[in-house]
Each structure stands twice: as C-alpha cells, then as structure tokens.
C-alpha cells in the first residue's frame, strides 16, 4: 500500500491500514475520536475559559493535576514551556506514589486556595485514586469542604463520574471516549488544566485546526514526519534521537510517551529518546529529529523539526506527532491505538498489593555487568522509582553520564510509576533491547492511603517489583536495586 494510500486511509478512518482482523478493526474506530479532537476543543472552549475565570476570580493560587501518563503530560508540558502566568495558579503535576515527592508538593501547597484536577479516562487508575483519597482526607482534616476543591476530567460512566457525583465535586468534564490517553492533548484532558493557568487555550486549539487541515491535505508536516518515520523503521532505524533546545525539551516527554507506547509491540517499535547531535558519524540505527538550529545537512536520517516560537504552537506539533505516528503504525503493522502489555504490570502489582511486597535489596546482574551486556543494536534504560528532586536527579544524571562514557548506545532515564502508563509497553512489548535498571526508591516513610489496606511506601514498591517481575517474565535483562534513606550517597555508590 501506497503512503499517500495510508493518508487518505487515515482520514477515511479505514482501521484496515492497521489490522486485518475484523474486531481489532472495530477496536481502533472506537479509538479514532482524536482527529475530531480539535474541533470538539473550539466547540467547548467557552465553557473552558469560564470555568478557568471562575477558579482564578475565587483566587485559588494552585492546580495540583493528579493523572498518569497521556492524562498528564499535555498539560505538563504546555505548563513548563509557557512558564508562570501573572495573576494566574500555578500548576503541579503529581503523577508519582512515593510517600517521599508527595510530602514535597504538600509543603509547596496551602490547601484552602488549591484546586485539584483529577483526570483518569477509565476513572480506575490506582495511582490517580489513591492521590484523590488522599488529599481529599488532607482538606477534611483541614477543615475544608472537598468537593470545592475537587474537579474530574473523565469518560463517560467510568468509576471517577460516580466518584464525582457522589463527593460533589465542583465540575466534572466529560471527555469523549473515543479519545485515548496519549491522544487527548487537544480536549478536555489538555486544556482544561492549562486554562486554570492561564494558558491561552484557543490559540493552542486554533492551531491544532490548522494543523490537522494541513495533513488532511497531504501537504502538513505530520504526513511528513510519518512517511520519515517508517523509512527509517523499514531501513533498519528504530532509534529515533530527539534534539531539543533546553526551552522546550519538556515537549520531548510527550513525544516519548506518544511514539513509544502507540509503536512498541509484537516485537517491533521506534525507540524515541532525547539526544545530542552526534558530532559525526552514529550508529546506523539510530536517526534524529532535531529543533532549533541545524548545522548538519538533512537527509533520510536527519529531519529538522524548525523552531517553537510561541506556546500556541504546540497545538500543532500535537497534531503533527499524533498523525505521524498513527500513520508510522501503519507502516510497521502496529495498531498505534492499543496498550496489550500495560496492563501486565498492572496485574502483578495487584497481586503483590494482595500478597504482601518482598524485601528485595538487589536481584539481577550488577551494573558494571548490564553495561557489558549492551549489544550494538540495544540501549539502557534507568527506571527510577524515586522522587524526583534536584539531587536525586543531580546524581541520576552523574550515573547515566558513567554509562555514556562506556558506551555509543541510547541511555534513557525513566521515572516510575508513570512510565508504566506510556513507555513500560515498548519496554515489554518492543524489541528485545533494552537493559533495564530498576531503582526502587524505600526510605521507610510512608503515608496513609485512606480506605486501602496499604500505604503509599508499599504501593511504590509494588509497582517497582510488579515491573520488574514482568521484565523476566519477558526474559527482559534487568537487575533490582532497592535505594534507601541516603538516597544521593546510594545512587553515588552503585558503580560502573
């Protein structure tokens, strides 16, 4: 099948670029509500923009978004690049379970002016729960009625409406459930949050439009980078390095998590990783898209991607990266829609919720041993479930520069548990690659997860050991390192 047969396949919403089977067909149209995102955001914005005015005349001062992978990311990534807006909350996005990040962003707040956004398309997502009972007994023992500081973003008849309707929360939006997590930058999940901040949202949606006329044309950057993508696949390219100027590689994050978890299964995918320009020459699997100034010259390898001038403009390269990589999807034979290994990890860390977590210090090869087992076509991934503070990421930093220094190869640095939400599927699902380090963060703090028989402590290490279980059930090569108080003088100390 032609490429541009591919494209008008696409906007004819013909799910038999994807898949043969009649049912995984009937799957991907029920997950095609993205290309009408756009035009559902102009449709509703007025209802956004007042909703946003309302929360900022009360005078709420922060946003705390509690939401895992494509549910939080949009936003986050819009909040970073625009910076703070005068006369605006601010915005944090809480997308962790470590007892240790959770008390950071709580001394950050004062509860009596903080709104918080739950979003989750099933309204099941453990983590995002688990944050809203939470906090909401936080406001309770505050003295604060919940309900006045809550707001849901969620599907229709999900588990998060009920809870909504129940706890009488101030708004809840209603996303079209055609939309997938990953896809929904451009609806309620991504511009809800950035209007609370003062984000011009309708500029970011005006753009989307444009952009999305522009490839249903044939003509717009996003058929481009799809064509460009599965060249490179075919080729033997499935390392895809992302240049990004320091102003907007928070956009970098969004991408991964698009292009990682649309592509990464039955074996095959596009590893997006965030890199520097090789001076020179470079492996010959990976290639590279690059923003900003490009002093090499392009070829099927090297795409410059032009500069982000404004905000707005992401809205755009939403679009753009949503159709590129649903169109790579065709090219591979992926359906770019599903997650099948998400839900593995899942599985194990209900089990060991149910069955109590181990007391693992160290399984696996050590890391002098993972480095020696990189091959020529792999890459090393850290898997880091631990609150991302200044040292922490300061001594991470110091750990994957080690390996860099010992290797030509992609190292990629992940935070748990929200990486199980996005690139945890090419981890399981992709290629056999990828040499894993799991670092599971156990101070020995802990906070109360009300209504659960468990804490936050004991779901991070859940999650940390479900991971990691399903990595050798997939016969992943990973080894388990469990971090402790001194977590700067541990990361220090592992060794290369």
């Given at each position: 099948m032609s490429f541009n047969s591919l494209i008008r396949g696409l906007f004819a919403r013909?799910?038999?670029?994807?898949?043969?089977?009649?049912?995984?067909?009937?799957?991907i149209i029920d997950r095609l509500g993205w290309l009408d995102a756009p035009q559902f955001a102009v449709d509703h914005m007025d209802e956004i923009n007042t909703f946003a005015e309302e929360i900022r005349t009360e005078g709420f001062q922060?946003?705390?978004?509690?939401a895992m992978g494509g549910s939080c990311l949009?936003?986050?990534?819009?909040?970073r690049i625009a910076g703070a807006q005068v006369g605006w909350p601010r915005l944090c996005a809480l997308d962790s379970t470590s007892p240790d990040k959770i008390e950071i962003v709580e001394e950050e707040l004062t509860l009596a002016t903080t709104l918080f956004v739950v979003a989750s398309k099933s309204g099941n997502t453990i983590e995002t729960y688990s944050l809203y009972l939470?906090?909401?007994q936080q406001l309770i023992d505050a003295g604060l009625f919940p309900g006045n500081h809550m707001v849901a973003i969620t599907d229709a008849g999900s588990n998060l409406e009920s809870v909504a309707a129940r706890d009488e929360f101030r708004a809840c939006f209603i996303n079209p459930a055609d939309i997938g997590g990953r896809y929904s930058a451009i609806s309620y999940f991504g511009l809800v949050p950035a209007a609370l901040i003062g984000i011009n949202v309708q500029s970011v949606a005006a753009s989307a439009m444009r952009a999305l006329a522009e490839c249903q044309a044939g003509t717009g950057r996003g058929v481009c980078l799809g064509e460009w993508m599965g060249r490179n696949w075919q080729v033997g390219r499935d390392k895809m390095g992302m240049v990004l100027p320091v102003d907007i590689e928070p956009f970098g994050w969004w991408i991964e998590q698009l292009v990682a978890e649309s592509l990464g299964k039955q074996g095959k995918g596009i590893l997006p990783w965030r890199a520097e320009m090789p001076e020179s020459s470079y492996p010959d699997d990976m290639?590279?898209?690059v923003w900003g100034e490009l002093e090499s010259k392009e070829d099927l390898?090297?795409?410059h991607q032009g500069a982000l001038q404004t905000t707005s403009e992401l809205g755009a390269e939403f679009v753009h990266w949503e159709i590129a990589t649903a169109l790579a999807g065709a090219v591979l034979e992926v359906n770019p829609f599903d997650e099948p290994n998400v839900t593995e990890a899942k599985q194990v860390t209900s089990r060991i919720l149910a069955e109590g977590v181990?007391?693992?210090?160290l399984v696996g090869a050590p890391i002098s041993s993972l480095v020696s087992q990189l091959g020529s076509k792999d890459y090393i991934n850290v898997l880091a479930y631990l609150p991302d503070t200044d040292e922490v990421k300061y001594s991470l930093g110091r750990l994957i520069n080690k390996i860099r220094d010992l290797t030509d190869?992609?190292?990629i640095l992940s935070w748990g548990p929200r990486y199980l939400h996005s690139t945890g599927q090419l981890h399981k699902g992709g290629p056999n690659q990828g040499v894993f380090l799991v670092l599971a963060g156990d101070t020995g703090r802990d906070k109360v997860i009300p209504e659960q028989a468990y804490g936050f402590r004991t779901l991070l290490l859940a999650q940390a050991q479900g991971d990691f279980k399903v990595l050798q059930e997939k016969d992943r090569r990973a080894t388990y390192i469990k971090i402790s108080d001194d977590m700067v003088g541990d990361l220090e100390n592992l060794g290369i």
């Open positions: 013909d799910a038999s670029i994807w898949a043969d089977d009649p049912i995984e067909q009937a799957k922060h946003i705390v978004l509690l949009a936003p986050e990534v819009m909040a939470y906090f909401r290639f590279f898209a390898s090297i795409m181990e007391n693992l210090s190869r992609p190292v």
